[in-house]
């Protein structure tokens, strides 16, 4: 397969799965290992499209985020509060990716790790959607900073890919009492810094492998995540409102037993 073809596909893969609780990155290993594609350079390929991805939160929000932005020199305590919140939420798995980085990838980066942890946040998917408590918070630019950083501690699970980031926040949300929608907006909201730290730190790490020909192929991924990625953040909430999250759970299952199966096969490696 053509590079720029292996492109396109995994920046839709990036795209679509980046905001529902299915993890990207797991999808993303998957499909490099089925591709046959080779850890470098598409390891920092997979990590760098992701921002793509984050851009089309930023677009889609950008007033309600621009009036943040604007609000905090004059004080606004809505405004201040909700950014507080956010990088309280986001410190935690800035700390651990930091200090874990390099196992993370090494390591964890694993097919077989990823279809277990698909499986495994399934079912705890399909169990919170029977069993989750009441909902106190609906309003995700207005959580406690009690909740932030809740959903934050929540966010360190992701650093095993197959977990998912969103999954992982949206999963803390329900069970510290954000309703569905607020849970998965306010996951939104923390895969900006989130997102963006974890290019930032991949970039300086891989910028060896940084040439003319890579750049290329990921410029055609952020651009097609961007695209797909505005697809799902349009369509996720009113989803999410009617549907709930056992489809998700249910792709997640077939997927990671689907994966394990092809890995017993000797199909992905």
Same mark, same amino acid.
């Given at each position: 397969?053509?590079?720029?073809?292996?492109?396109?596909?995994?920046?839709?893969?990036?795209?679509?799965?980046?905001?529902?609780p299915?993890?990207?990155?797991?999808?993303?290993?998957?499909?490099?290992?089925?591709?046959?594609?080779?850890?470098?350079?598409?390891?920092?390929?997979?990590?760098?499209?992701?921002?793509?991805?984050?851009?089309?939160?930023?677009?889609?929000?950008?007033?309600?985020?621009?009036?943040?932005?604007?609000?905090?020199?004059?004080?606004?305590?809505?405004?201040?509060?909700?950014?507080?919140?956010?990088l309280?939420?986001?410190?935690?798995?800035?700390?651990?990716?930091?200090?874990?980085?390099?196992?993370?990838?090494t390591? #964890? $980066?694993?097919?077989?790790?990823?279809?277990?942890?698909?499986?495994?946040? *399934? /079912? @705890?998917?399909? +169990?919170?959607? !029977?069993?989750?408590?009441?909902?106190?918070?609906h309003d995700?630019?207005g959580?406690?900073?009690?909740?932030?950083?809740?959903?934050?501690?929540?966010?360190?699970?992701?650093?095993i890919?197959g977990?998912?980031?969103?999954?992982?926040?949206?999963?803390?949300?329900?069970?510290?009492?954000?309703?569905?929608?607020?849970?998965?907006e306010?996951?939104?909201?923390?895969?900006?810094?989130?997102?963006?730290?974890?290019?930032?730190?991949?970039?300086?790490?891989?910028?060896?492998?940084?040439?003319?020909?890579?750049?290329?192929?990921?410029?055609i991924?952020?651009?097609?995540?961007f695209l797909?990625? #505005? $697809?799902?953040?349009?369509?996720?909430?009113?989803?999410?409102?009617?549907? *709930? /999250? @056992?489809?998700? +759970?249910?792709? !997640?299952?077939?997927?990671?037993?689907?994966?394990?199966?092809?890995?017993?096969?000797?199909?992905?490696?």
């Open positions: 397969m053509a590079d720029w073809l292996a492109a396109i596909i995994l920046g839709l893969v990036e795209g679509l799965t980046e905001f529902i299915v993890s990207s990155t797991g999808h993303l290993l998957l499909a490099k290992s089925a591709l046959g594609l080779s850890n470098e350079p598409w390891d920092t390929f997979i990590v760098m499209i992701q921002l793509g991805a984050i851009l089309a939160v930023v677009a889609l929000y950008f007033g309600r985020l621009w009036k943040v932005l604007i609000g905090l020199p004059g004080k606004d305590p809505s405004a201040r509060r909700f950014a507080i919140a956010v309280l939420a986001f410190f935690p798995s800035a700390l651990i990716g930091l200090l874990f980085h390099d196992f993370i990838k390591v #964890l $980066f694993n097919p077989t790790i990823v279809c277990v942890t698909l499986i495994l946040g *399934g /079912f @705890a998917l399909i +169990a919170l959607e !029977r069993w989750a408590p009441p909902a106190r918070e995700a630019m959580f406690s900073l009690k909740t932030a950083l809740g959903v934050g501690l929540f966010q360190c699970l992701s650093i890919p977990v998912s980031r969103s999954g992982a926040t949206i999963v803390g949300g329900l069970l510290l009492g954000v309703d569905k929608r607020a849970a998965a306010f996951s939104f909201f923390l895969a900006i810094p989130t997102m963006v730290g974890a290019f930032a730190l991949d970039f300086w790490e891989s910028r060896d492998f940084l040439t003319g020909d890579v750049i290329g192929l990921i410029a991924g952020f651009v097609v995540s797909s990625g #505005l $697809f799902v953040v349009k369509t996720m909430l009113d989803f999410v409102t009617r549907h *709930g /999250f @056992a489809p998700f +759970a249910w792709w !997640r299952i077939v997927v990671g037993a689907l994966g394990l199966a092809l890995l017993q096969a000797g199909v992905l490696a």
